[in-house]
């Protein structure tokens, strides 16, 4: 009787440890899923920046598209750029 109280003693010890082994694994694995939702999330964020860096510069080259296709519009020369100081409109410098 004695040899089978320690027995089930040493697996009731046994389970008892594979519970808080367990329970703290689980609580280790959701500390992880929180932390990788966070990125998700983080990644979720830049990725609707980066759409609307995108729809930005494809909006820049339909404008230039439109402004050379339709308008005849081009870059000026070098020659003929001048720029106009703030502070005195009545002087242009030429870069």
């Known amino acids: 009787m004695v040899k089978l109280n320690l027995i089930l003693t040493l697996v009731l010890v046994a389970a008892a440890i594979s519970v808080v082994s367990a329970r703290h694994q689980a609580r ?3 500390v992880a ?3 990788e939702q966070a990125h998700a999330r983080g990644l979720d964020v830049e990725w609707g920046q980066l759409q609307l860096e995108i729809s930005t ?3 820049h080259n339909r404008v230039e598209e ?6 005849h ?3 000026p020369e070098p020659g003929r750029i001048y720029v106009l100081q703030q502070n005195s409109a ?3 410098v030429q870069p």
């Open 66 to 71: 439109v402004a050379r296709g339709r308008l």
């Open 33 to 35: 899923l929180q932390a």
């Open 90 to 92: 009545q002087k242009a």
């Open 57 to 59: 510069w494809l909006m």
């Open 73 to 75: 519009m081009v870059i």
């Open 28 to 30: 280790k694995l959701f």
